[in-house]
């Protein structure tokens, strides 16, 4: 029984909840509905919202391309207006040309010539009229120019060596040597000369021991190997022990010094003149010019000069300054070497204008400075200086210029031989020193080089008396004890 009243209550549960259900089926399903009418309705109202926004858009392109279509045709119109004036206008020049072809036949008619012969009748009458008057003109207006031009480059000139007023120095052939008393004369002397004989020969230079009390004298037409001895001397006579090896070490130690003097000696110059740029090994050339004299005019120094007219110059004509300066400073570069390299000086600094990249504006007035026709204004600029510097009232001396030619080819003479290591001529050109090497002349061809070095020079130099011609071969053996 129990079991059977169970079975009821559940089958009651069941149909209740079963009831209950399909109750909430019911108001799902209606609010679905309910839902889907609201939605279809919001996307109606969606739909006829574009609709109208796309037919008020319709309407308005409608509007335009009718605007549109009124202008294109109103253009058209006017495009077709233009048409026909420019037709109009080309009828009427037709016309134009008719009536100037129709007066110019009757003109021609009546003159009885062709246009061209009344045009050359005209300019004939004309030219006969007016050819007096414009070749006094003409002249007239050439006096004038070639005067005034005249007077502007006297007071360019006179103005750029009146702001130039440097001193030149006149260079000689000796140097002195102070002594702190004549009891060092000897000392330099040496045992049967052999300290002076070192001296003159690693150095190149003629010492002169005399009575001048406290003074020797070093002669030499080359100033870097009167220079060297100088030093040298100064040195040994400083350190008080003279001999051979001690005059080797100082003669090194001079030779140095100088190389350090010579490259300041560059830099100065530079200084002075605002340049710079230059390679250090170009520097050092251009401090060899210190050491270096042309007509008796220290080389540097004209140089320098050079560059400070050449400045003044440039400025005065608009040309560029720091050009004018190089191409003055290196126009004589090549005599800083000539010595040592075959050419002329201008072509030897060319030469090394190119070895050292420099701009062709620099190198033309270094190589074209004594020509006739130089290149480009600079060049120009560089002539004149270097004439300005030339010129001055005892600038130069063509006796110590052609002395110094002399000695200078008096040396190439002896070098030229095989064999010969070094040549020095001293005495004033009087006497010509000779250093052979042992390994390549022996004693006999010692005497052959004096011989053959004299003959050379009696045919190929024009000299007065006599040239002693001194040939020394000295071998020397060195060993190490360890």
């Given at each position: 029984m129990q079991a059977t009243s169970k079975m009821k209550g559940a089958e009651t549960k069941a149909e209740k909840i079963i009831a209950e259900a399909k109750t909430k089926q019911s108001e799902v399903l209606l609010e679905a509905q309910t839902k889907a009418l609201s939605i279809i309705e919001e996307a109606k109202k969606e739909d006829n919202r574009r609709r109208s926004e796309i037919s008020e858009l319709q309407s308005r392109l409608e509007k335009r391309e009718t605007v549109f279509s009124q202008k294109l045709l109103e253009l058209q119109d006017k495009q077709q207006q233009l048409y026909d004036k420019v037709n109009k206008v080309e009828e009427i020049k037709e016309k134009i040309k008719e009536i100037k072809e129709e007066q110019l036949s009757k003109l021609e008619k009546i003159a009885q010539m062709t246009k061209e012969e009344a045009k050359t009748v005209l300019f004939n009458n004309v030219e006969s009229e007016v050819k007096e008057d414009l070749l006094n003109r003409i002249n007239k207006l050439e006096k004038e120019s070639n005067e005034s031009l005249e007077e502007k480059s006297r007071d360019l000139l006179a103005g750029t060596m009146q702001r130039l007023a440097s001193t030149y120095t006149a260079e000689i052939t000796t140097t002195s040597v102070e002594l702190p008393s004549d009891e060092m004369k000897g000392r330099i002397i040496g045992r049967e000369g052999r300290n002076i004989k070192v001296i003159e020969q690693l150095t190149g230079t003629e010492i002169i021991v005399d009575d001048t009390p406290n003074v020797i004298t070093v002669s030499g037409f080359s100033s870097i190997r009167r220079h060297i001895a100088k030093r040298a001397l100064d040195k040994l006579i400083l350190d008080g022990r003279i001999h051979p090896t001690k005059i080797e070490d100082a003669i090194e130690q001079a030779k140095k010094e100088l190389a350090v003097?010579?490259?300041?000696?560059?830099?100065?110059?530079?200084?002075?003149?605002?340049?710079?740029?230059?390679?250090?090994?170009?520097?050092?050339?251009?401090?060899?010019?210190?050491?270096r004299t042309s007509y008796g005019q220290n080389a540097l120094?004209?140089?320098?000069?050079?560059?400070?007219?050449?400045?003044?110059?440039?400025?005065?004509?608009?040309?560029?300054?720091?050009?004018?300066?190089?191409?003055?400073?290196?126009?004589?570069?090549?005599?800083?070497?000539?010595?040592?390299?075959?050419?002329?000086?201008p072509e030897i600094g060319a030469n090394i204008g190119k070895k050292f990249g420099l701009s062709e504006d620099i190198i033309a007035p270094i190589e074209t400075h004594h020509d006739d026709r130089p290149k480009g204004l600079i060049s120009i600029i560089v002539k004149v200086a270097d004439a300005i510097s030339a010129a001055r009232p005892g600038a130069r001396h063509d006796s110590f210029e052609q002395y110094i030619y002399r000695l200078e080819e008096l040396e190439k003479i002896a070098t030229s031989f095989d064999g010969v290591d070094k040549a020095y001529a001293i005495q004033a050109g009087r006497e010509i020193r000779v250093f052979v090497e042992a390994e390549k002349v022996d004693d006999l061809g010692s005497r052959n080089v004096a011989k053959e070095i004299a003959l050379k020079i009696e045919q190929e130099l024009k000299y007065p008396g006599e040239i002693k011609v001194s040939v020394i071969r000295e071998m020397r053996v060195i060993e190490y004890a360890r």
């Open positions: 003097d010579i490259k300041k000696a560059g830099e100065e110059a530079m200084y002075e003149l605002g340049i710079t740029g230059f390679d250090p090994k170009l520097v050092q050339i251009i401090g060899r010019l210190k050491y120094r004209h140089s320098v000069e050079v560059a400070h007219l050449s400045g003044m110059l440039a400025e005065e004509l608009g040309a560029d300054v720091s050009l004018a300066k190089k191409g003055g400073l290196l126009h004589d570069i090549g005599k800083a070497v000539d010595h040592e390299v075959q050419g002329t000086h």
